[in-house]
């Protein structure tokens, strides 16, 4: 049986470069805050805990006067930088590049929007931590749709200008457009900014073709990472026999029965130790799974 890992899974840029200042950090400070789980993968934070890191809220910044906090990739609202430089905390800005642009196009628009009346409206989940990013740098005054159905918290009569959190799905951010423009008062007064990131957004129609190859698939993600929720749905799309874990404990064997060949990928948040250990145990499971070439398309 072949066993395979696709080579365009694991950590996004944003993700290994949090990683990275976090690990640097480490070795010179011995002791590290992280402001939330520096990634949505509870094997690589464990990982990394083991190293010193330790996870905070921004709500315990007072009590780290003097201590060293980071920032992770999806990036914090400007009261967090406010508040540690108030109580004398060391902060490690790790927001993705494209978060952090992302932050002063949502001001931009907001700007635009309050000199002609209009609305902010931005396309993520919410209570994620880079829309709570994103939002903060209006005061919150902006609204946060999920869905289709949540397009009934947006006043139509009103100017719109729509976003989008950076690992949203292009074709909900596609359908939501439209539904905007077939209900906006005035259609020219609608301004749409596509804000997804392309490095994650491309891997939708990538993985729907790695999974088809294969008689097994197993994606692997951690269970809070929303982006491999996303992922994931594609995944199963392509090959019903797919399987979503969060470390090789959860591997079952009737899942490589008559197996020729299993397909391993994962989330932007899943690190690329954490699929070889599991290709490791797949191996191990089925006693005779080889390492070759992909099967042809």
């Not at 073709?209 to 392509?238: E, M």
Request: net charge neutral.
């Amino acid at each position: 049986m072949t066993v395979e890992i696709d080579d365009k899974s694991g950590f996004c840029f944003g993700v290994v470069r949090a990683i990275t200042k976090a690990e640097e950090s480490l070795r010179n400070a011995g002791e590290v805050y992280c402001l939330g789980d520096i990634v949505h993968n509870r094997v690589e934070v464990s990982r990394l805990e083991s190293l010193g890191l330790k996870t905070v809220r921004s709500e315990d910044l007072p009590a780290l006067s003097g201590k060293t906090a980071l920032i992770r990739a999806h990036g914090e609202p400007p009261a967090t930088y406010e508040q540690a430089r108030r109580h004398g905390v060391r902060l490690i800005d790790a927001t993705c590049p494209v978060v952090a642009a992302l932050q002063l196009k949502v001001k931009k628009a907001y700007e635009t929007m309050k000199a002609v009346g209009g609305q902010v409206v931005i396309l993520g989940k919410k209570g994620h931590a880079e829309v709570v990013g994103l939002t903060g740098q209006v005061g919150g005054d902006a609204v946060v749709i999920e869905k289709l159905e949540d397009l009934a918290l947006i006043d139509f009569a009103r100017p719109i200008y729509l976003l989008s959190q950076t690992t949203q799905s292009l074709e909900l951010f596609e359908a939501v457009k439209a539904e905007i423009y077939a209900r906006a008062a005035d259609p020219a007064a609608v301004t749409v900014n596509d804000t997804i990131c392309r490095q994650v957004s491309n891997r939708n129609p990538h993985l729907k073709a790695f999974s088809s190859r294969y008689d097994t698939v197993i994606f692997v993600s951690g269970k809070k990472s929303s982006n491999g929720k996303a992922l994931f749905a594609a995944c199963i799309a392509a090959n019903p026999r797919s399987h979503n874990i969060e470390d090789e404990g959860e591997l079952r064997a009737e899942w490589f029965a008559g197996c020729r060949s299993v397909g391993i990928c994962g989330a932007t948040s899943t690190p690329k130790w954490l699929m070889e250990k599991v290709a490791a145990a797949i191996r191990s499971l089925t006693a005779g799974g080889s390492s070759g070439p992909e099967p042809a398309e």
